[in-house]
C-alpha cells in the first residue's frame, strides 16, 4: 500500500464570478523516501493541491476524488479527525516564514506547541525536544536562541525554524511550498539540502512545490507539471527534464534565460514566449488548458479531453496530437 | 554644461552612504549600518549593466543613490557628466527625464484609482505640462511600443495580469525618453513564462530605443541575459565587475564562484 494515493483529486471553488475548477483530475501516488516536485505557474494550481492534502482548502471549496494516507480515504473527513493528521502525519512548511510564525511568541515554544499537543509531552520535555530540534536545522546556540522571537532570526533562520516546527512530530510526508522563494540564493540551496538531508535521514516522502525549474531539477525524484488546474506531464525529473514532451512543459523550459547560452553566445538571443496568457480558472475550455496558446492546437483540442500518453518508463503526458509533438523536436 | 566631457552615461564614485539605526537605548548612540562603503561603478551608453549581489547587499540602495531620492554620505554620482546630488532641485526635477525607474512590485507601484494613462503620463505632465489630450496621445503612443493596445488607457491597474502590470510600469518610465532605465528586481515576482517576454521587451528597448539599462537583480542567470557587463555586490562593495561572459567564465572572487555554483541548473543531478 502506498503512504500517500492521490486518485482524480478535484478541488472547485465556489466564488461569485462561478466555480473554477483549480485542481482537475489529479492522480499520484507516493512513498516513504520518495521525493515528488509540482511545478507550475501562478495560478495553476499547484498551491491548492497542497492545502487540499493538508485539508486547508478554503471554506468555498469543494474537495472530491480520493486521497488516502496509508489507506485511509481523507476526504469527507471530520475537521476534528484532520487535527489529528495535520502536523502529525502530514506536515507543511510554507512559503513565508515571517507571516507563518506567530510574531509575538518565542521560537522554542511555537516549536514546542505541535509536541504537546500530538505528542502529550509535558512542558520541559517538548522544549528540550525543541532545543534538539533546532540544533538538528542548524540553528546556533539553540538552547540561547529557543528564548528569541521570529523578528531576531535571519530569513534563512527563520525558514530553518519553519522547517524544525514541521519535523517536530516527525510527519510522514512533508509538503515545502515555494519554501525558499524569498530567500538568497546561497542560503536557498543550504535550506533544500537541509530539507533532502532530513527527507533521507527521517524516511519522509516530500511534495515539492516551486515555480523554479532549476529548484525542482536538482532536488526531486519525480516531477508533476501543472497547467490551468491539470498534471500535463510528469514523470522522474531526470527524463522530464531531458526529454520534455508537453508543449507547455517545452515551452516553460526554453523561456528560462541560460547561462550556458550566454557564455557561448556573443549576444543573448530573443527568449522564447508562449503567446497569449494563463486561461481563467472559472471559463476552461471543456479539452485540454493549454488550447490555444498552444502552436500546435486543432479544433479537437479545444473540445476533448487530452488522452495520457505513455513514453519511457513513467514518464507521460496528456496531449491529443502526441504524434505531431513528439515527432518535432 | 560639460554634459559632452564624460565618456561615461553613468560615473559612480567612491560612494558610501551610512543609516542612523532606530536608538534602541535612551544611553547608547544609535547604531549605524554601512549600506555602501565605497563604491565606483561607470556605466558605458549602450552597455547595459547587471548588479546582483544578495539581500542586503547594498544593491537597492546604489539604486536609490543613482535615481537621486536620497545622497550618498561621501563621494558623487556622475549622470551625464552632471553631480546629480549637486543639482539645484529645478535642475534635478528636469535632469529626471534622463533616468526613470522600474521597481519590483508592479501592483504596489501603479495607483489602483487611476486610470493607465494617467499613470503612464504622470512623468511627462510633471516634466512638461503637456495638455491633457497630448498627455493621453503620448500614453497611448508609449503603451503601444511595450506591446499593450491603446485600449488600455482607460482601464485600472486590477484589469491587468501581473505581466501586463509590470509592461504599464516599463511604459511609465519610458514616456520621457530616458537614456538611463534603473530596474530593481524588475522581473523577479513575475512568472517564467511572463519574465520571458517582459526581458524580451527590455531587449527591444535597448536595442531599438537607446535605453541603457541599470538592472539589479539576485538573479544571475537573468541578469546574464540582458546585460553587457556585471557587477557582483556584497557587504556594501563591488567585489568584481566586467564583462559578464568574462566573469561568467572566470569568475575571480570567492563570493562570485558560490553565487554561480549556487544557481540551479535545468539537469537533473545523479541520485537525486
Not at chain 1, 526529454?243 to 550556458?260: F, I, K, S, V
Not at chain 2, 532606530?22 to 548612540?29: G, H, I, K, M, T
Request: one cysteine or more.
Amino acid at each position: 500500500m502506498p503512504l500517500l494515493e492521490v486518485s482524480h483529486l478535484r478541488v472547485d471553488l465556489h466564488t461569485h464570478r462561478g466555480t473554477a475548477a483549480a485542481v482537475r483530475d489529479m492522480t499520484f501516488t507516493l512513498d516513504r523516501g520518495e521525493t515528488l516536485g509540482l511545478i507550475g505557474e501562478s495560478g495553476c494550481g499547484k498551491s491548492m493541491t497542497a492545502l487540499a492534502l493538508m485539508g486547508l482548502a478554503p471554506e468555498n471549496a469543494t474537495v472530491s476524488g480520493s486521497l488516502k494516507l496509508e489507506g485511509r480515504e481523507l476526504i469527507g473527513l471530520h475537521d476534528r479527525d484532520w487535527r489529528a493528521i495535520r502536523g502529525y502525519q502530514v506536515a507543511m512548511i510554507f512559503q513565508e516564514p515571517m507571516t507563518a510564525l506567530n510574531p509575538v511568541h518565542r521560537v522554542g515554544a511555537q516549536i514546542a506547541e505541535p509536541l504537546r499537543l500530538h505528542q502529550g509531552l509535558t512542558a520541559a520535555a517538548a522544549r528540550q525536544q525543541a532545543i534538539a530540534l533546532m540544533e538538528r536545522v542548524g540553528i546556533p546556540e539553540p538552547a540561547r536562541r529557543a528564548d528569541s522571537f521570529p523578528h531576531q532570526f535571519s530569513g534563512g533562520q527563520r525558514q530553518r525554524i519553519m522547517i524544525a516546527m514541521a519535523l517536530a512530530c516527525e510527519p510522514d510526508v512533508l509538503i515545502a511550498d515555494e519554501p525558499t522563494t524569498a530567500l538568497d540564493v546561497t542560503v536557498q540551496k543550504q535550506i533544500l539540502g537541509l530539507i533532502r538531508e532530513l527527507v533521507t535521514e527521517r524516511g519522509m516522502a516530500l511534495i515539492l512545490i516551486s515555480h523554479d525549474l532549476g529548484l525542482i531539477a536538482q532536488n526531486v525524484q519525480r516531477m508533476l507539471v501543472m497547467y490551468g488546474g491539470s498534471v500535463v506531464e510528469s514523470g522522474p525529473s531526470a527524463d522530464v527534464f531531458a526529454r520534455p514532451a508537453h508543449p507547455y512543459t517545452r515551452g516553460l523550459m526554453a523561456a528560462r534565460p541560460n547561462m550556458q547560452h550566454r557564455l557561448v553566445a556573443h549576444r543573448s538571443e530573443r527568449l522564447p514566449t508562449i503567446p497569449g496568457s494563463v486561461p481563467d480558472l472559472f471559463s476552461l475550455p471543456p479539452g485540454c488548458p493549454f488550447a490555444g496558446r498552444c502552436a500546435f492546437t486543432e479544433d479537437a483540442c479545444v473540445t476533448q479531453q487530452p488522452p495520457t500518453v505513455p513514453l519511457q518508463g513513467t514518464h507521460q503526458f496528456r496531449c491529443l496530437r502526441a504524434d505531431v509533438v513528439l515527432a518535432t523536436p | 554644461m560639460d554634459n559632452a566631457q564624460s565618456p561615461f552615461l553613468l560615473e559612480i564614485r567612491d560612494v558610501t552612504r551610512r543609516y542612523t539605526l532606530p536608538r534602541e537605548s535612551l544611553f547608547r548612540a544609535p547604531g549605524e549600518v554601512q549600506a555602501l562603503r565605497g563604491v565606483s561603478l561607470n556605466v558605458t551608453t549602450g552597455r547595459s549593466m547587471g548588479i546582483v549581489g544578495e539581500s542586503g547587499s547594498g544593491k537597492s540602495t546604489l539604486a536609490r543613490l543613482v535615481m537621486a531620492l536620497e545622497p550618498p554620505t561621501s563621494g558623487e554620482i556622475l549622470f551625464m557628466g552632471r553631480n546629480l546630488h549637486a543639482l539645484p532641485p529645478d535642475k534635478l526635477r528636469a535632469a529626471r527625464r534622463d533616468f526613470q525607474m522600474v521597481f519590483q512590485d508592479p501592483y504596489g507601484s501603479l495607483d489602483p484609482r487611476r486610470p493607465i494613462w494617467r499613470t503612464v503620463a504622470e512623468p511627462a505632465a510633471a516634466l512638461e505640462g503637456a495638455t491633457r489630450a497630448q498627455q493621453r496621445e503620448r500614453a497611448a503612443a508609449t503603451l503601444e511600443s511595450v506591446g499593450l493596445r491603446a485600449d488600455a488607457l482607460d482601464k485600472y491597474p486590477h484589469e491587468f495580469s501581473g505581466g501586463q502590470r509590470q509592461r504599464i510600469a516599463i511604459a511609465r518610465a519610458l514616456i520621457t525618453k530616458p537614456k538611463l532605465i534603473v530596474a530593481d528586481e524588475a522581473v523577479s515576482a513575475l512568472d517564467v513564462s511572463v519574465q520571458a517576454q517582459v526581458l524580451n521587451l527590455m531587449a527591444d528597448l535597448r536595442d531599438h530605443h537607446g535605453v541603457t539599462f541599470l538592472f539589479i537583480s539576485h538573479d544571475l542567470a537573468v541578469v546574464s541575459h540582458l546585460c553587457a557587463d556585471v557587477a557582483v555586490m556584497k557587504g556594501g562593495l563591488i567585489v568584481e565587475q566586467g564583462p559578464v561572459r568574462q566573469v561568467l567564465r572566470e569568475p575571480a572572487h570567492d563570493y562570485t564562484r558560490t553565487l554561480l555554483e549556487s544557481v540551479p541548473e535545468l539537469v537533473a543531478p545523479a541520485g537525486v
